[in-house]
T-cell receptor, first 116, second 113 residues
Framework: AQSVTQPDIHITVSEGASLELRCNYSYGATPYLFWYVQSPGQGLQLLLKYFSGDTLVQGIKGFEAEFKRSQSSFNLRKPSVHWSDAAEYFCAVGTILTGGGNKLTFGTGTQLKVEL | KAGVTQTPRYLIKTRGQQVTLSCSPISGHRSVSWYQQTPGQGLQFLFEYFSETQRNKGNFPGRFSGRQFSNSRSEMNVSTLELGDSALYLC????????????FGSGTRLTVV
């Protein structure tokens, strides 16, 4: 069965510093991988996704992620964090189900705090 | 175009009651999926509907049910509410094939007292 691990529950960075959020997945086939961001009381906004091809994917808000099959990882990065990036970040693996349709399996999330 | 609309945004119910939540997908989307988000269990898949049929179901008790209408709007129902059902319920709509356009709504916050 698929699973996602986000080893860091909380991360604090200073504004302007670089950021890397870790994500490891377990999935038998080529994974569909996603990063979402959630502000308090809000839904999930897609930052970026990887399906195939170039292993370095660019997303919105200056985020990027790199797929490393050998390490089963899909880490999220940003070169310079802004105070508005403070939120919770979720990594997810997507599964195409046998009955058709699909579902996402999420990690437990990483809460990002940005110090001014 | 309008996004995924979930109503109501907030609900307070008493243990033992039942509740119905609504999700209106993006125009043209035929698939609606539901997820539950709690501090203890995180984000978990509830079920997915496509063309008025439930295609997939997560590992939840039978108290959790849903349906989809011909206009693709979906409702989920929770009967005999328990305190542990307090959660943010999110729906996502898509075209129904692969991951194109998979978009989440803002959720309904259910509190059971």
């Amino acid at each position: 069965a698929q699973s996602v691990t986000q080893p860091d529950i909380h991360i604090t960075v200073s504004e302007g510093a670089s950021l890397e959020l870790r994500c490891n997945y377990s999935y038998g086939a080529t994974p569909y991988l996603f990063w979402y961001v959630q502000s308090p009381g809000q839904g999930l906004q897609l930052l970026l996704k990887y399906f195939s091809g170039d292993t370095l994917v660019q997303g919105i808000k200056g985020f990027e992620a790199e797929f490393k099959r050998s390490q089963s990882s899909f880490n999220l990065r940003k070169p310079s964090v802004h105070w508005s990036d403070a939120a919770e970040y979720f990594c997810a693996v997507g599964t195409i189900l046998t009955g058709g349709g699909n579902k996402l399996t999420f990690g437990t999330g990483t809460q990002l705090k940005v110090e001014l | 175009k309008a996004g995924v609309t979930q109503t109501p945004r907030y609900l307070i119910k008493t243990r033992g009651q039942q509740v119905t939540l609504s999700c209106s997908p993006i125009s043209g989307h035929r698939s609606v999926s539901w997820y539950q988000q709690t501090p203890g269990q995180g984000l978990q898949f509830l079920f997915e509907y496509f063309s008025e049929t439930q295609r997939n179901k997560g590992n939840f008790p039978g108290r959790f049910s849903g349906r989809q209408f011909s206009n693709s709007r979906s409702e989920m129902n929770v009967s005999t509410l328990e305190l542990g059902d307090s959660a943010l319920y999110l729906c996502a709509s898509s075209l129904g094939r692969d991951w194109y356009g998979y978009t989440f709504g803002s959720g309904t916050r259910l509190t059971v007292v």
